[in-house]
């Protein structure tokens, strides 16, 4: 397995991020390569429907479960500050802000991180910064989300609702 920058090697994949024609090739190589395998096999077109049927639906059933990830309040502050130098890889800061965390400290500070997602303002850099600081310390500091945040706009599914 690659490493990415910065990465150490106890450290696991949260994720695999695949776009473009790889992204498509992947997915239908994993939906209905078993199925033409077990269609030809077993000489019926009918596995054809039904593997990429049960490969969605157990590929729903695992992304409900609640599993969170485990993370140190210093391993939290070297993935804030690789984003705060702009040394974090492309998909980084996406897994940060959107992996729920085990630790509900953390967990509750990650709720407010996507206000940094763009650090134009110095403001928000000097924010992150004592956020990172405070982690270091051994300490979790309240941070409140985005302004622009509302109950409608947060999970797995979002919908933009006219008021």
Request: aromatic letters at 6%.
């Amino acid at each position: 397995m690659k490493l990415r920058s910065g990465e150490r090697e106890s450290e696991s994949l949260m994720a695999i991020h695949l776009s473009g024609g790889s992204g498509c090739a992947a997915l239908l190589f994993v939906l209905f390569g078993p199925a033409i395998l077990t269609a030809y096999f077993l000489h019926s077109l009918i596995w054809l429907i039904i593997i990429p049927i049960g490969i969605i639906v157990i590929a729903l059933i695992v992304a409900a479960l609640p599993i969170k990830r485990k993370v140190t309040l210093d391993q939290f502050a070297e993935e804030l500050e690789r984003h705060l130098l702009g040394t974090e890889d492309t998909w980084d800061w996406d897994d940060t802000t959107s992996v729920a965390i085990a630790d509900e400290r953390l967990e509750g500070l990650r709720g407010a991180l996507p206000k940094f997602d763009s650090l134009s303002l110095e403001k928000d850099k000097d924010e992150l910064k004592a956020i990172i600081a405070a982690l270091r310390r051994g300490e979790v500091p309240n941070v409140s989300p985005p302004a622009s945040r509302t109950d409608r706009e947060h999970g797995f599914i979002r919908l933009h609702l006219k008021d």
